[in-house]
DNA sequence: AATCTATTTGCATATTTTCGAATATATGAA
DNA sequence: TTCATATATTCGAAAATATGCAAATAGATT
């Protein structure tokens, strides 16, 4: 194994939470399963484009599928791949978070 | 703000997070402020190249400068930005040292 | 001015994202 | 069984983004 490798492994595991869609379905799917229509409906994206970036997911195996009729669920392979995004989350919100304050500082200052 | 703005913010910092140079870089400067040659040099990539990738990171705040005479000296903003690197390298880690415990036992069976 | 360090520019190439249309797969009805 | 329907995937093409290089430029120091 190459010494930077796991540094192409990591980056391959970002490249997939970088798109807001994919996250947007990482989200939906961490805490219960989830079929494609109605993945799609609740975001409001065609369903051909979830299945496309559902796929990657899959391939990457950051996904699992388990079919019931005609439908297909899909849910996430391990809660620690949530727990990360999470993680990340809270980091945006608080940055957001500083930047309204900084904002409304910059303001009473006038 | 737009409901999906958040998932936007996180999936902008993930595409930072997304390319092997960057987070080696991200690993190098999370320790301890590093100029941009040294770290050229550590990662055995042009400056030109470091610098570029150095830039899209200032422009998301993701590191921040000090001037040192000619030398510029580079280091992330937050530690939280370090953490949570560190913790997808580790699941990173986990699921290469799982791959390959998945790869003795299949071997142990021939 | 000459040198060292870093950034920017202009370009070529590669990758990603999305779409509409076509295709596949399972179910239930006739 | 065969057909129609519901659900999901794949294909081919267009547009948008990302990457990396060499060369040019900029800024600070001696």
Redesign the interface.
Known sequence: MDA?D??????????L????????IIFLIGKEAMCVEEIAKKMDVRVANVSQHLALMREKNVVSTTREGTKIYYKLT?P??L???T???E??????KEELAALLDADSCQ
Do not use: G, T, V, W
């Open positions: 930077k796991i540094y192409k492994r990591h980056a391959a595991f970002c490249q939470m970088s798109n807001p869609k994919r996250l947007e391990s620690k791949l727990e990360a995004c993680l990340i989350r980091i945006m919100l608080d940055q957001a």
